[in-house]
Every structure is written in C-alpha cells, then in structure tokens.
C-alpha cells in the first residue's frame, strides 16, 4: 500500500538550527531515503516552499478567490512529503518516526485510496 506522509513543523524553528545543525538533518533524510531505495518502498520527496509563497484558490457559487499564503494560520506548516511502499500502517509508523521533522513538528500518515 502506497503512504504519503506529510512533514508539518514550525519554519521559524528550522530557521534557529545552526549550519551543522541543518547539515545533520539533511543527512538523516537522505539516509532515509536510501534505506526507502535499498528496498524499493520509496516513491519520492520533496521539500515544499515556505507558506510565504502558498496561494490559496476557492470557488464559492461559481467564482474563484485567490488569496496569498495558507488556508489556515497555524504554528506548524506542510513542508513537505515522502510518498513511500508500506506493508502496513506499523511500517508507515516505523519510516516515520526516522523522519527528522517527527522531532520538530508531526508528521502525518495518510493511506492512498487506489482507485479501481
């Protein structure tokens, strides 16, 4: 089954890590991406730019809204994603807690609906 997982964390506390702080968890993704390669669970990541850069589109009795940054004003924000090949949720878990913004923010699992 086919998991992506959704890395949200405050932007203000990745902008306190230092440059070896930040070298350090960039490391630790691609370890874990590596490892997702050697057994073929990986699919692909990406990181996402900040909500600065975030449009927002709704469409209310027919007409379209735009407006700047993100849907909802919160302390933690979607900075990315993993979309892996998991077994079970026990091994989604597993991939997840390994990601380094499961200490700095959550990250959240959500199985893919396989359509027919």
Known sequence: ???MLLLYSNHADWAKLGAAEMEAVM???ADVVADLEKTQRYKTCD????VTAATTVRVRNG???VTD???AETKE???GYY???ASNLDEAIAVAARIPDARYGCVE????HEFD
């Open 1 to 3: 089954m086919r998991y």
């Open 27 to 29: 490391h630790q993704h």
């Open 47 to 50: 990181a996402l730019e900040p």
């Open 63 to 65: 007409k379209t809204s």
């Open 69 to 71: 940054g993100p849907f």
């Open 77 to 79: 924000q979607l900075g």
């Open 83 to 85: 979309l892996i090949e």
């Open 109 to 112: 699992i959500r199985p893919i």
